[in-house]
DNA sequence: TTTTTATTTGACTATTTGGTCAATTCTGTC
DNA sequence: GACAGAATTGACCAAATAGTCAAATAAAAA
């Protein structure tokens, strides 16, 4: 059985300092998502890591910085999940599907990532928020579409694409943002599974239309 | 021809304490676009709005009484345009449609109100958000649900409208949040537009096959 | 006008916060 | 063990901020 891969070449104080560096991430990222990525202050964020207040500026530049390496981490992962379970479909219908799952899933067990995420979200709005967080979230999107555009024979006009990653990821966090409080106890995630069908039937309807009509393979069924 | 109902019993005073209160809304509306709910300072608005800063504290308790001021207003706004244009329809397909319209149309010239608006689904989820912002949004679902429920003929569960509510809510404001970082200049409206149908036509049918099998018109065709 | 009441003001205070840094502790090396 | 460098600490400082209030101003009433 093959070793891990660093573990052992990685010196204590190293590992200190990784593990010192995971605690004040861990703490930020639960702070943030109780009190806003405003409203939460360096203090809050070192006391719930249990490390001095001078620590937190030898790890990370300030607040931003912290924030940044927050997205990066959460969207990296978000990606990497969607790549690992859509890489391999080939069907428009069932890759829709899938990536909606993978999100279902990938934010299931994962409250506070999915807080950031949607913080995140609404910070790209303001003038001035947080920079560094908008590339994140285009790479994001991007991977979206580079796995839409595989799947589908004719290429779409980038536009397109990305309309149908907008429409995709934006129904997700939007049913999930609203239904987080309008359902009390209950299992969101099933019931956000089982209106996944009503989305990718429109999308996949819709982007049957959008493919030259001489062309095109399923869908059309009006008339 | 009738007179406006009140202009004319407002004394001087009332008026000017009115334009100071109006100066102040939408001083804030401007600076909790920019900077968020939270980074925005009680100084930036009354500077904005251009008068002291203790006026400010005598037209409102504190930053959480003018937030549910403007929630509650741009809230209230978009449940009566809601209303307004959805109050005649008879047609499930076409209530759908007309709801996602009414969502576009009312967010399209006024980004401030949309960014109000989201950042308020954010705030929804924090443990210490600003209280007294719940129950506007959940009156606008409700209003959703109701509109929705006089359409369908046999009556749905209550879950089952909720969820049809967060869809449609929800795929509009994820959408628009998205396609707005991912647009740069383009027509974000007509995009949505275009996507409407995908979504509309999947609800539906989401909605026929949650129907009583027996009696629903369209939709079931599983083999 | 004079008096009374409502509204506005910005200087002021008390608190909070981001950020610094000299001192301290911990690690690896010789 | 002794030394050097890396990591940690929390007291400390300067800046920013929420919120107050006595005084000023405007409006209404007498």
Redesign the interface.
């Known amino acids: 059985m093959p070793r891990k891969k660093k573990k052992p070449q990685l010196t204590r104080q190293q590992r200190r300092v990784s593990a010192t560096r995971q605690k004040l991430l861990e703490a930020a990222r639960n702070v943030f998502?109780?009190?806003?990525?405003?409203?939460a202050t360096i203090a809050d964020i070192t006391e719930r890591a249990d490390v001095g207040k001078g620590t937190f500026y030898y790890h990370f530049q300030d607040r931003e910085g912290i924030i940044n390496e927050l997205m990066r981490d959460v969207l990296g992962e978000l990606v990497a999940a969607i790549e690992s379970k859509c890489e391999q479909i080939s069907d428009l219908t069932e890759l829709l599907d899938t990536m909606i799952g993978v999100h279902i899933e990938f934010f299931s067990g994962r409250w506070e990532d999915?807080?950031l995420y949607?913080?995140g979200?609404?910070?790209?709005?303001?003038?001035?928020?947080y920079a560094g967080i908008?590339t994140p979230?285009?790479q994001y999107?991007e991977t979206v579409e580079r796995l839409l555009d595989a799947v589908i024979q004719y290429r779409l006009p980038k536009?397109v694409l990305?309309?149908?990653?907008?429409?995709a990821?934006?129904?997700?966090?939007?049913?999930?943002?609203?239904?987080?409080?309008?359902?009390e106890d209950?299992d969101v995630d099933k019931?956000l599974a089982?209106?996944r069908?009503?989305?990718?039937?429109?999308?996949a309807?819709?982007i049957s239309e959008a493919l030259p009509p001489d062309r095109s393979a399923a869908g059309g069924r009006s008339g």
Chains 1, 2 share one sequence.
């Open positions: 998502t109780e009190k806003g990525l405003d409203a999915f807080v949607f913080q979200r609404g910070d790209l709005h303001l003038k001035e928020g908008e979230f285009l999107l536009t990305r309309r149908i990653a907008c429409a990821t934006g129904f997700v966090s939007g049913y999930y943002s609203f239904a987080v409080i309008a359902y209950e019931t089982s209106l069908g009503a989305l990718v039937a429109g999308l309807r819709f």
